[in-house]
């Protein structure tokens, strides 16, 4: 095995966790790779033909531009505009005696007078497109206040990575005081529980439940149709809590048997407030929002030494019931509502303390300098600590993340040292030597957590630590077998071949242990970190697991990105190497439900795309008949049959038809608000009836099998140009249909955020051109500000 080898994690030299990786061509340049919220292609307005370079009226109906007098109806537009305006008005010029027609809008949008009620306005703004009146002054004065944000939110960003390199990092290194002052607002509570009173059936018959038993009962019901209200142990602990809760007040009826109770009623309920709330306007859900975000706003930020930084989550996780993760043996467990009296908050001696609820009172102020938690309380379900923090974006956070990357980095420099020295206790002849030594070995090589042991009460989740004999199996002559719940309940699978020393190490210590024992019986977690820390300090198993995360992720960049790649392409090889890391940690998910259906519909765009491609060929066919031999020119459009071609033809038009109105409507409330009177229902109607042309002329070519009759501006070079941008939009396509199938069963944020370091990514992004947007999202982009002041030649 060469040294490059010897550096992977085993797990990526050897029999792994199968995933499916489906050769992408690497062909000419693509453009950018399309998201989830790319508009589907089927409602592009590029459906069939090309718009010219002179051209400048992109807003107006396509049947307008094509049914002039000239009838343009060989010119094809490759790109799409925006969603509302309908294919239909991209199409169709009307004649300018005729409308008059106004073309400065720099995107293209023309104004017909006579189309347009009268305005009031001076000649000079009656003269700009709808899209333009009225909005220069407001477009400066945005631009002004944009300016002036961006600079106040600069000013307020503490750039303390910036600090610390000029010298001042005495506080950042001193692990006993964390801050000097500390200001917030405490947590925010969840609003009290407000009775719907509709009754839910006992044996057949209504019953009128207290307010708090209603709640729980609510609290199930709201998951009636879920998996989680069919797990006999979700129920039977819904069941015992719920019981309780009914003891409490007298006036609730006598409820014994779980089969007879009937919670429809009130799930009904639900899905009727779910309808309501998907019918409201835009003005009720914004005043919502607005309602919403004036109970937050003292919340959400804190002062630290004098500088203001976001609080992470303060709320207070509202009553509920559990759920847990895998086969937890406490779901459904009712999670009572948290009371004042449980919080404990941290502030600074001299700071104001907040109030809280009316009636209530707080379980203790401290003023602990050493810790970075803002609050904290106990729930009830697993007995645990909760916390709140400052958010991921705060100089606390950043200053850890950093000091754990670096940690991990530092490990470079011990690793060959501390695997020569485990390599030679694999054969020492204590046995506790020996068996931390073979820990140590798959908790390097297999990217393992160390494992602490469970109780009775909890998930049963291992690490290495506490793997038992069952988790293991051997096949000889090196091979080893794991199947185990690891943390979240995540189940791992993975079949390596080990050394010849380590295999035999595990077929003694299971041996020794026999069924249902730890395999390393004389080892503790403990224990394990405190010789690792002794071989480097601060080394952990997480230190491990973290550097080889990394080292990984940086190998297979550097290994699958090529600098003419298109920026598809280079996606796909970081989404690959990001796949890579995830998969030796562990960090799968199931796939979702709605999966089979986001490939059906990448199918539909890609067909979608191959339709509008044919258009062009059949263009090309017509203005240089010589083409329909030469190849690629003359292949059929794969995935398209006359069937599905009439199809989609009619689903274009009936969607242009509702864009045509949705276009109309929004011009009108534009004018209104601009207070101009409305565009007539005449307006409506010649959109209408322009849309009803463009179907007759696709039903015509349809018949003639795409023949095409070229007049207006069409050449031989801009059809092949727009082939070509066609050819890489299909492209974009396939990479993205690929890379949504590899990542079905891969969850890539957790490593992202917790285990590669993201120096890697940004000095990725710079060697290759790629935008950072593309590779982490504006949380990530805020939690990750240090990280952004590397070079393109920085390397883990």
């Keep these: 095995m060469s040294d490059s080898e010897d ?7 050897a029999v792994q966790i199968k995933t499916t990786a489906s050769p992408v061509h690497r062909g000419s ?63 169709k010029k009307l004649s300018l005696k005729k409308t008059k027609v106004k073309r400065e809008d720099e995107s293209g949008l023309a104004t017909s007078k ?17 899209s333009k009146r009225g909005k220069i002054k407001k477009e400066e004065k945005t631009k002004k206040t944009s300016k002036v944000k961006k600079e106040e939110n600069e000013e307020e960003i503490y750039k303390w990575w910036e600090a610390s390199s000029s010298g001042d990092k005495q506080q950042e290194q001193d692990e006993t005081t964390k801050w000097m002052t500390l200001q917030h607002n405490g947590v925010l509570f969840p609003p009290d529980y407000e009775p719907h009173g509709v009754k839910m059936k006992y044996d057949g018959k209504p019953i009128t439940l207290s307010p708090e038993a209603e709640e729980v009962a609510s609290f199930f019901a709201a998951l009636l149709e879920s998996d989680h209200a069919k797990n006999p142990t979700f129920q039977k602990n819904f069941f015992r809590d719920w019981k309780d809760v009914l003891k409490k007040d007298p006036r609730n009826p006598k409820i014994t048997s779980f089969e007879k109770c009937d919670f429809r009623p009130i799930w009904e309920k639900f899905e009727k407030d779910k309808e309501k709330k998907k019918q409201m306007t835009k003005e009720e859900k914004l005043r919502i929002k607005e309602e919403r975000t004036k109970i937050e706003e003292p919340f959400i930020h804190a002062y630290v030494d004098g500088r203001k930084e976001k609080v992470g989550n303060f709320r207070i996780e509202p009553p509920g019931l559990f759920r847990g993760r895998g086969d937890h043996p406490k779901t ?103 068996q931390r030594a073979t820990a140590m070995y798959l908790i390097d090589r297999l990217a393992l957590r160390a494992g602490n042991e ?11 630590c506490s793997l038992r004999y069952e988790h293991i199996q051997l096949e000889p002559p090196h091979t080893l077998h794991f199947d185990f719940l690891g943390k979240d309940s995540i189940r791992y699978q993975n079949s390596v071949q080990v050394e010849t020393q380590v295999y035999k190490n595990i077929k003694l210590f299971k041996k020794q242990v026999g069924p249902g024992s730890m395999i390393f019986d004389r080892l503790t ?183 095409i009759e070229i007049k207006g501006k069409a050449t031989t070079e801009r059809v092949l140009n727009n082939i070509e941008k066609m050819d890489q939009r299909i492209a974009a396509m396939k990479i993205q249909a690929t890379d949504k199938e590899e990542n079905k069963e891969i969850a890539l944020g957790t490593s992202k955020m917790n285990y590669i370091d993201p120096r890697i990514s940004f000095a990725w992004c710079q060697k290759y051109d790629v935008p950072v947007q593309k590779v982490f999202n504006k949380t990530l982009l805020e939690k990750f500000r240090w990280a952004q002041e590397v070079n393109a030649k920085w390397t883990f």
């Design 7 to 13: 550096d992977l994690p085993l797990a990526q030299r």
């Design 29 to 91: 340049p693509v453009p950018l790779r399309m998201s989830e919220d790319t508009p589907d292609p089927s409602q592009a307005h590029t459906s069939v033909y090309i718009k010219t370079e002179e051209d400048s009226d992109d807003d107006m109906p396509l049947a307008m531009r094509s049914n002039n007098n000239a009838k343009r109806s060989a010119t094809i537009k490759s790109e799409s505009d925006e969603e509302d305006i309908p294919l239909s008005k991209k199409r």
């Design 114 to 130: 006579r189309s347009r009620a009268p305005s009031s306005s001076s000649d000079e703004e009656d003269a700009k497109p709808l």
């Design 332 to 434: 459904g467990t009712l999670k009572q509502r948290v009371a004042p009296e449980q919080v404990t908050l941290n502030l600074s001696k001299d700071a104001k303390i907040p109030k809280p609820p009316k009636g209530h009172k707080w379980a203790d102020v401290v003023n602990d300098q050493t810790a970075t938690w803002l609050a904290t309380w106990k729930e009830n379900v697993n007995g645990t600590i909760k916390y709140v923090f400052l958010a991921q974006s705060s100089a606390w956070k950043g200053q850890s993340d950093m000091q754990k990357f670096d940690k991990a980095r530092d490990l470079k420099k011990y690793v060959k040292q501390i695997r020569k020295d485990y390599t030679k206790e694999l054969y020492d002849k204590e046995m506790a030597k020996r």
């Design 454 to 464: 469970k109780g009775d009460d909890e998930a049963d989740t291992v690490g290495c």
């Design 525 to 707: 977690t403990t224990g394990l970190n405190k010789h690792l820390n002794s071989c480097m300090p601060g080394l952990s198993a997480k230190v491990f697991r973290t550097y080889n995360a990394s080292h990984t992720f940086q190998q297979q960049l550097d290994k699958l990105t090529h600098k003419d790649d298109s920026l598809p392409d280079k996606m796909l090889s970081f989404n690959r190497a990001n796949r890579d890391v995830a998969v030796l940690c562990n960090h799968q998910r199931s796939a979702s439900k709605s999966h089979g259906q986001m490939m059906e519909r990448l199918q539909d765009r890609t067909r979608a795309l191959k339709y509008q491609r044919m258009k062009l060929r059949h263009t090309l066919f017509a203005l240089e008949p010589s083409y329909k031999k030469k190849s690629p020119y003359n292949e059929l459009e794969s995935d398209m049959d006359d069937e599905w071609i009439a199809n989609h033809e009619t689903e274009l038009i009936v969607k242009e038809r509702e864009k045509a109105r949705i276009k109309f409507e929004k011009q009108n409330e534009k004018l209104k608000s601009e207070g101009e009177r409305p565009l007539p229902e005449s307006h409506l109607k010649e959109s209408l009836k322009l849309v009803d042309e463009m179907e007759a002329r696709l039903i015509k070519e349809r018949k003639k099998k795409g023949v």
